[in-house]
């Protein structure tokens, strides 16, 4: 199977400015999700899909493939993913490259454990899935059989429509909730049905500490680096 790489790093970020370029640990964001794509050593193309000169220019320095420029309507806070991909796949074709799957890597989500990529990819090829995500799992306290949600009458009722509360933590079943550090789905699930989440999906489960990241506003980036600044340390010792 051919799979895509696919990074995607629009230039109007709201909660952080500029985010996508900006120094975190004196590196631009989106070479963290570079380097995890490259270390996989599964791609022989790594693109970036980009509105901005700026971001492109940096991107190519960095390594990046940079074969077109994101139209200025799929980069508005309003694009979907999607659109984006779709696009991407699009333009890919008309310049020759044809794929089976996508790896979508959002530079938002910067610290991936080694190996996480090239895991999830084997993942998705074995269980002959049409999606795959990359998953933490839920804390107990949040599982959704734990979880109320209101009725039309102002009363709660429990998320998942059971009649009573499991009791005990030890029955809960188990749940997850995506981390976003990965994304596969075959070019046929997007093409045909135009969604990353097929009814064949299937997931790896995250434990790694950086996969608490993702960065959407300013608190989140001081958490990207505390993470920088502990790791390194850790790495001094």
């Known amino acids: 199977m051919k799979f895509l790489a696919l990074v995607t790093a629009r230039g109007g970020s709201k909660g952080v400015s500029r985010k996508n370029v900006k120094l975190l640990g004196g590196k631009p964001l989106i070479w963290y999700t570079y380097q995890s794509a490259k270390e996989s050593s599964l791609f022989s193309e790594i693109v970036l899909s980009t509105e901005d000169d700026e971001i492109a220019a940096i991107g190519k320095m960095i390594g990046f493939d940079v074969p077109f420029k994101r139209p200025e309507y799929l980069a508005s806070d309003v694009s979907k993913s999607i659109d984006v991909v779709n696009h991407a796949l699009d333009t890919m074709d008309k310049l020759g490259h044809k794929y089976d799957a996508v790896v979508l890597l959002q530079p938002t989500s910067p610290f991936r454990e080694k190996g996480l990529i090239k895991r999830s990819v084997q993942k998705f090829i074995d269980s002959h899935a049409d999606s795959l ?105």
């Open 133 to 237: 995500v990359s998953v933490r799992k839920v804390p107990h306290q949040f599982n959704p059989h734990w979880v109320f949600e209101p009725n039309d009458d102002g009363y709660l009722k429990i998320a998942t429509s059971d009649k009573t509360l499991i009791s005990r933590r030890q029955d809960l079943p188990e749940a997850y909730f995506r981390d976003g550090q990965v994304y596969i789905s075959s070019v046929n699930l997007i093409k045909n049905h135009n969604t990353f989440l097929g009814e064949r999906l299937t997931y790896v489960v995250n434990s790694y500490c950086g996969s608490e990241v993702n960065i959407d506003n300013l608190s989140d980036w001081d958490k990207a680096e505390n993470f920088i600044e502990q790791h390194n340390s850790l790495s001094n010792e």
